[in-house]
């Protein structure tokens, strides 16, 4: 099982990325995306069914970042939109084959990617 993301990068506030993450090894039911800015702890920013059903997003991104996928090549993607510098972060994906909680030993992880937003 692989979850390999790509995407990040240096961006000005009020820009936009879109981070991805090809999933192989095995199908999954559900994807996430997770951030760690420098000195924090890793929080959950998105997730959703494979299906594409029962997205959730924490708060500060709501409106502004949108989770979805690629059934074809098996791909998770994040948009982000209107970046602000407290969205600078290391971006994860992560990805299970069951519902359940994410911090759990049955979530598989990516190697994350960096975002850097500049004021």
């Known amino acids: 099982v692989q979850l390999q993301a790509s995407g990040g990068g240096l961006v000005q506030v009020g820009g936009s990325l879109r981070l991805s993450c090809v999933a192989s090894?095995?199908?999954?039911?559900?994807y996430a995306w997770f951030r760690q800015a420098p000195g924090m702890e890793r929080e959950f920013v998105a997730s959703?069914?494979?299906?594409?059903?029962?997205?959730e997003y924490t708060d500060s991104v709501k409106g502004r970042f949108t989770i979805s996928r690629d059934n074809r090549d098996n791909t998770m993607y994040l948009r982000m939109n209107s970046l602000k510098p407290e969205d600078t972060a290391v971006y994860y994906c992560?990805?299970?084959?069951?519902?359940?909680?994410?911090?759990?030993?049955?979530?598989?992880w990516g190697q994350g990617t960096l975002v850097t937003v500049s004021s």
């Open positions: 959703s069914s494979w299906r594409g059903d029962k997205k």
């Open positions: 992560a990805a299970r084959t069951e519902r359940g909680p994410w911090r759990d030993s049955n979530t598989y």
């Open positions: 090894g095995r199908p999954f039911g559900y």
